[in-house]
């Protein structure tokens, strides 16, 4: 027994050296013909030789010219010596597989492997695996519908199949002409992280950019204990959130308004429900989401910082299937399978929250309102009709909302002047987004694919705030008003063709075309009376603005070697508003070298264009957001960023990310507001009751340039019991307008030089799983007054000595969490637990303004948690 193993080593060894030796006897061995080969075609000699000896020929008809005349006639010689004879001039080779098949291929021909991969389970397509050949190490990476081509030599391959969260897959096939594959993977059950052996290879060659899959990384939850797309984005270095309860990324210096979020093709203006609780996308619907935040592919354009490119689930195929999730939030339902078996499918997500029965009970120490309202929620359908397995239709549907309010009244009573104020004010948020989109996806051919995209999306967003000032003295009595409205109405209506040409192993060709008509209705109002309407009737329609977008853009993937890609691509972005035009050219560059299999070099340029803004207020206050077209006044934004990385793979499940990056935006906006909102409070004034018109914020902006960069590091282990991240990212962030801070530079209001964010978790057993995050980021820029004076209206206005001259102080804050998972015949159930903010430094602080009595001892700050600990339980029941 001690040497049975050597034994069979050896006797492996000799059956490989057989196989070699019958392959060069069969072509060597000698062939005597008993009449000499007079035929008027190649392949009629072939025939003769099949029929006479007992080979089987193969050939490819359209790379090997079997209808020409035999060259020349012989009555013996080996077998590789007559085939020879009879095509030349044409130089052929011949390769024998066992047991009589013989390939002949002209010298560098080679074959098409194609397929398309699905879940074995649910028949949807894989977007995104990766296919392999063994021995050449060619690689061929799935595009939406599933698809895969690639050019191999004929021969027998060994082809390996690798997605997150599933089985890899190997396969054998011998290839002696084009080969279409059918395939299918099975899905790992409950990936909780990335499990990718060799980093390297997820960078996603064929779409020039550096790709993460956040969907499927899952490591980061909401304030609702959801597992959320948005909030994995958030561990990446580069990636900062907006702030303790606030919604938003800010990716490598930019704004949340700069960042392209899709919907199956479809750019949303709202991603994120009202201070973070969580985004509006569920997981259960979602089958891919890709966060791409350097090397842009030229197909993505009209933002600026980052994509977030969402698919939808098609639907099960085979069975349907239900989850239901209820928890501290609220209430959401899944469902999806077919309707038609293998033909029709559906899949249906919805949420409710019902934050809105408890939230008085829970804030109500924590905050003087009397009254306030917070609700929200998302519908999210798709329904897909496949004609076959490389043609299908699908409609893909999107519904939500949010609304949220603050009610207080207060009395303020002077014994000394006999005097008494009473306050009231109520502030409130909503915002609705409708959204649609038919996509027709079509294989034309081996090498030919396209996607043609119609969508529509209706979004309005609302802030208001409105205040009643009661003036009482003894013998008279004075009211003041004041309402405050910010209303945005946006309608889009855009059509997309894509086309994928597969040209060969070394080139990938992209190309498309996508046009938008857009309806903007940006208005802003102050008025000296609170008004009974809503916001939309008080909006003036016709200050509507119409703009069209024609977007097209070009690409090339090109391999160079096994070690080095290019990629190149060109986005073209033509924008019309009444008589003006902007034009905005905006190539892409990336280089990706890989010495190794461990390591990974990749530089990259982007320059991007955006001829949308978001008007934001900068204070510390609700949120104020408009969106705006650029205009003749308000010229697109532009940027320029240069980027490199290196990657590298430790060990299996254990690899390090270090890059750094540099960018220069242009005509980034800041927002002011009138010196004169709150004149008529103070002074006696016979002023218009609306002194704000639709079109006002014009004239109530500066345009700049911002500056960002910064070094990141990421440290991921993905694999074993015990799994977590650290991201570390260094930045500086800045702004310059001639018109603010003297002209000089000052941080801009998202700086964050430091930010940290670290998660562990740990798997006890199959059923049990704990988990913990850290966070740390340095305090928001604020300005802060230091200095009051008398102004030309008679009353005193506070100044500070520079914009942005002060921080918040900085934030930390620790969560856990626990997940009990139960697996029954039929139904599994998973309970989980999140505990927010168990420590933390800061939550939200109210700000003193400079008062000349201000003593030298009092403090700047009064810390006030307005997000306290906050536990949050969840049970998710799937059938």
């Not at 990657?647 to 499940?653: M, P, S």
């Not at 030309?792 to 804050?813: A, M, T, V, W």
């Amino acid at each position: 027994m001690r040497y049975s193993h050597l034994y069979l080593l050896i006797a492996l060894f000799l059956c490989g050296l057989s196989d070699l030796s019958g392959q060069q006897d069969t072509l060597q061995s000698h062939i005597s013909i008993s009449e000499p080969l007079k035929f008027n075609t190649r392949a009629a000699c072939l025939n003769y030789l099949s029929a006479e000896f007992g080979f089987l020929f193969s050939y490819n008809a359209n790379a090997v010219n079997v209808g020409a005349r035999p060259h020349t006639s012989l009555q013996s010689g080996t077998l590789l010596t007559v085939v020879e004879q009879i095509f030349y001039p044409d130089k052929v080779e011949l390769t024998f597989i066992y047991p009589n098949k013989i390939v002949i291929q002209r010298v560098g021909e080679s074959f098409r492997l194609s397929g398309i991969i699905k879940d074995v389970d649910t028949g949807e397509a894989i977007y995104g695996a990766i296919v392999m050949d063994a021995k050449t190490k060619t690689t061929a990476i799935t595009n939406e519908k599933g698809y895969f081509i690639m050019q191999l030599q004929p021969g027998q391959h060994q082809i390996s199949m690798n997605y997150l969260g599933y089985n890899k897959v190997d396969i054998l096939v011998t290839l002696d002409k084009n080969l279409f594959l059918q395939l299918s993977m099975i899905s790992s059950y409950h990936l909780d992280t990335i499990h990718i052996h060799n980093p390297t290879s997820r960078l996603q060659l064929i779409d020039g950019g550096n790709l993460v899959d956040v969907f499927k990384m899952q490591g980061y939850h909401a304030i609702s204990g959801d597992q959320d797309v948005v909030n994995n984005a958030r561990i990446l270095p580069g990636v900062i959130s907006a702030g303790e309860g606030l919604s938003g990324l800010y990716v490598r210096g930019g704004t949340p308004d700069q960042n392209l979020t899709m919907i199956d093709g479809v750019a949303m203006y709202e991603s994120g429900h009202l201070f973070g609780i969580t985004s509006i996308f569920m997981d259960e619907s979602i089958k891919e989401a890709s966060f791409i935040k350097n090397g842009f592919p030229a197909r993505y354009g009209g933002r600026l910082s980052s994509v977030l490119d969402i698919t939808l689930k098609e639907g099960d195929k085979e069975k349907n299937n239900t989850a239901v999730s209820a928890g501290f939030a609220g209430l959401k339902i899944h469902t999806d399978g077919p309707i038609l078996k293998n033909k029709l499918t559906y899949s249906i997500t919805t949420r409710a929250s019902w934050l809105n029965f408890y939230i008085n009970n829970l804030l109500r120490k924590y905050t003087k309102y009397e009254d306030i309202d917070l609700m929200y929620h998302d519908v999210l359908g798709k329904l897909t009709y496949h004609f076959s397995p490389s043609n299908s239709l699908s409609l893909a549907l999107y519904n939500g909302s949010d609304k949220f309010s603050l009610t207080k009244s207060s009395t303020l009573r002077n014994e000394a002047e006999d005097f008494t104020l009473r306050v009231f004010d109520k502030n409130g948020i909503n915002w609705a987004n409708t959204v649609g989109s038919l996509k027709w996806n079509y294989l034309a051919g081996d090498k030919l694919s396209m996607k043609t995209q119609i969508g529509l999306i209706n979004y309005t967003n609302n802030s208001r705030s409105s205040y009643i000032f009661n003036n009482i003295l003894p013998d008279t009595s004075r009211v003041d008003q004041l309402d405050i409205l910010s209303h945005t109405s946006i309608l889009d209506y855009n059509a997309r063709v894509d086309v994928d040409y597969y040209l060969n192993d070394n080139h990938v060709l992209r190309s498309g075309i996508n046009v938008l008509k857009q309806r903007f209705n940006p208005t802003v109002k102050q008025s000296t009376i609170v008004l009974d309407q809503d916001a939309e009737k008080i909006v003036d329609k016709d200050s509507s603005l119409y703009t069209y977008q024609f977007q097209f853009y070009l690409e090339d993937n090109f391999k160079w070697n096994n070690r080095f890609f290019l990629y190149g691509g060109l986005h073209t972005g033509i924008f019309r508003i009444n008589d003006k035009q902007y034009v905005a050219l905006q190539p892409r560059l990336k280089a990706i070298w890989t010495p190794s299999d461990k390591l990974m070099v990749a530089l990259a340029y982007s320059k991007m264009g955006q001829f949308t803004h978001l008007l934001s207020n900068s204070g510390l206050g609700l949120p104020s957001n408009l969106w705006v077209p650029s205009t003749e006044k308000i010229k697109p934004q532009y940027s320029d960023q240069w980027s490199a990385g290196i990657t590298y793979d430790f060990i299996k499940g254990f690899y390090i990310q270090i890059g750094a990056y540099t960018r220069k935006m242009h005509n980034v906006l800041e927002y002011t507001t009138p010196v004169d909102m709150f004149y008529f409070l103070i002074n006696d004034q016979n002023i218009s009751t609306v002194f704000n018109t639709a079109r006002d914020w014009e004239r109530n902006v500066y345009a700049g340039i911002g500056r960002s960069k910064g070094i990141e590091l990421l440290l991921h282990k993905n694999i074993g019991k015990i799994t977590g991240w650290a991201s570390v990212t260094r930045s500086e962030t800045s702004r310059l307008f001639k018109e603010i801070n003297d002209g000089k530079p000052f941080p801009a209001t998202h700086d964050k030089p430091w930010d940290i964010n670290t998660g562990l978790n740990v798997k006890l057993s199959n059923a049990w799983s704990l988990g913990a995050d850290f966070v740390y980021n340095t305090g928001n820029a604020f300005s802060l007054a230091t200095e009051e004076y008398d102004s030309y209206l008679g009353i005193k206005l506070l100044n500070s000595d520079g914009k942005n001259n002060y921080r918040l102080p900085d934030f930390h804050q620790m969560s856990l969490s626990a997940l009990y998972r139960h697996k029954g015949k039929k139904i599994d159930t998973d309970f989980s637990l999140k505990l927010y903010n168990i420590y933390n430094r800061l939550n939200a602080y109210y700000i003193y303004i400079y008062k000349s009595n201000l003593a030298p001892d009092e403090p700047i700050f009064r810390k006030v948690s307005i997000l306290p600990f906050t536990p949050s339980f969840s049970v998710s029941i799937i059938f």
